[in-house]
């Protein structure tokens, strides 16, 4: 499990990381002697820099033939149906078929099987033929995308020896990383393993940061690069009256409430006013049950790194929430991040570990609040909490000045999608309660 201390720089990593594996969208095979290779490449648009490279080196390698084509990719997805039907039958006997097909490129993958046809000749045919079959069977749903194939092979004269990838290794790589990223004190040092591929690499890595206004990127001659963070641009706090009606106003807009009155009585506590009783229970059951996102300290022994075995609170006032593995935690009341902390909350993927997490960035107030409670608490742990579930409890270890982070989920991309989506949606939320009626 990542330390808090590494959040922002595994955040980066998982970025770039990104940018050079196009494993999604590219495969590259290969005969058992490496005299040919087969790179598919399923969306051509965003991997235009992949296929110019291997322009390039067939410009600088006569001896090797090859071609490029544009056709399109296949998915074919099920939704639905019985197994056991006769339109289930048919849709795993056609999807068997494909699989074995010998001009077939595919794969099963988490949104169906996934295929190309590498002779572009025949795909005309096949099109036809595939939307028939598919038409068939209710459990199917076909879609086309545009897509490219590379094919390359050596001349008979200069088979590889068994074991080696021969005159084509450079091609096989078109689609590797082969790059080394080095941890640096607010950074990352990024090269290319491979001189003939830096500059390529180098123009995915700045592609995929245009947008990262929070990073300086050099580029050194011979094209390795220093990607550093940047302090964010400070985002301007309101005052503390005015947040707690913005988040009044919008807890109220969730559970779609009209109040009659909203009254600030001091920067902490508001008095609202409702026309019916129902209206007022309705909004008192919903300051009961669990909402929002918070990050709060763990009040337990600095020892202890499991769930509590204690059943009573170690101080007055804190709260017992619900571990997502199981068990419980007693966490300090106050709250050092508050839903609207968060400026932004993006899932992404991580093709190292092969797990989604949420990358999260806090604003201005919430990294000084965030570099203080770290500062202060080392060797305890912070609670990530969201809907009333402590997601995950890391140990501090040193202050962290950063305000960007993690969050794993050990869950599907939907379900890690939607607590991103849950986290934007609570960036003008506090955490309120009941005080009086």
């Known amino acids: 499990e990542a330390r808090p201390a590494q959040y922002r720089q595994s955040g980066l990593r998982a970025q770039l990381a990104e940018a050079l594996e196009p494993s999604r969208d590219v495969d590259t095979s290969s005969n058992s002697d490496m005299t040919t290779v087969t790179i598919v490449v399923r969306n051509p648009t965003q991997h235009a820099d992949l296929i110019d490279a291997a322009r390039r080196l067939l410009a600088k390698r006569p001896q090797v033939m090859g071609q490029i084509d544009t056709t399109q990719a296949f998915l074919i997805s099920h939704v639905g149906g019985s197994s056991q039907s006769g339109s289930g039958r048919r849709a795993a006997t056609l999807i068997a078929e494909l699989r074995d097909a010998p001009y077939i490129n595919s794969k099963v993958s ?27 069977s209710l459990d199917l749903d076909l879609t086309w995308t545009p897509a490219a194939v590379i094919q390359l092979s050596l001349p008979d004269n200069q088979i590889a020896k068994p074991g080696e990838r021969g005159g084509l290794d450079d091609f096989w790589n078109l689609s590797a990383p082969l790059v080394e990223m080095i941890d640096l004190d607010g950074g990352l040092a990024f090269r290319a393993i491979e001189s003939e591929f830096s500059a390529e690499r180098g123009e995915r890595i700045r592609k995929a940061l245009a947008g990262r206004s929070d990073l300086s990127i050099e580029t050194r001659p011979d094209q390795s690069m220093v990607i550093r963070f940047l302090s964010p641009p400070p985002r301007a706090s309101l005052p503390d009256e005015a947040r707690l009606l913005r988040a009044v106003r919008a807890r109220l807009a969730g559970e779609g409430l009209r109040p009659l009155k909203i009254e600030p009585l001091d920067a902490k506590r508001a008095r609202i006013k409702f026309a019916t009783d129902s209206e007022a229970r309705a909004f008192r059951t919903a300051l009961e049950n669990p909402y929002g996102f918070s990050v709060r300290v763990v009040d337990e022994p600095m020892d202890t790194f499991g769930p509590s075995e204690s059943a009573t609170a170690p101080s007055p006032g804190d709260l017992r929430l619900p571990l997502r593995e199981g068990g419980f935690l ?18 992404y993927f991580d093709r190292f570990q092969k797990s989604w997490s949420i990358h999260y960035e806090l604003t201005a107030e919430g990294q000084a609040n965030f570099a203080s409670a770290t500062d202060v608490n ?47 949606r609570y960036k003008d939320d506090l955490p309120l309660r009941l005080v009086a009626e």
Request: glycine share 8%; hydrophobic share 40%.
């Open 378 to 424: 080392i060797r305890r742990r912070l609670a990530f909490v969201l809907d009333g579930v402590v997601i995950e409890a890391p140990e501090i270890i040193g202050m962290i000045r950063g305000g960007s982070g993690e969050l794993p989920c050990e869950c599907s991309e939907a379900t890690n999608s939607a607590r991103a989506k849950s986290l934007l």
């Open 330 to 347: 007693w966490l300090k009341p106050e709250a050092v991040i508050a839903g609207d902390m968060v400026q932004d909350a993006v899932p």
């Open 110 to 136: 988490e949104r169906g099987l996934e295929g190309i046809v590498t002779d572009p000749a025949r795909h005309p045919d096949f099109q036809k033929w595939l939307e028939q079959r598919a038409s068939e």
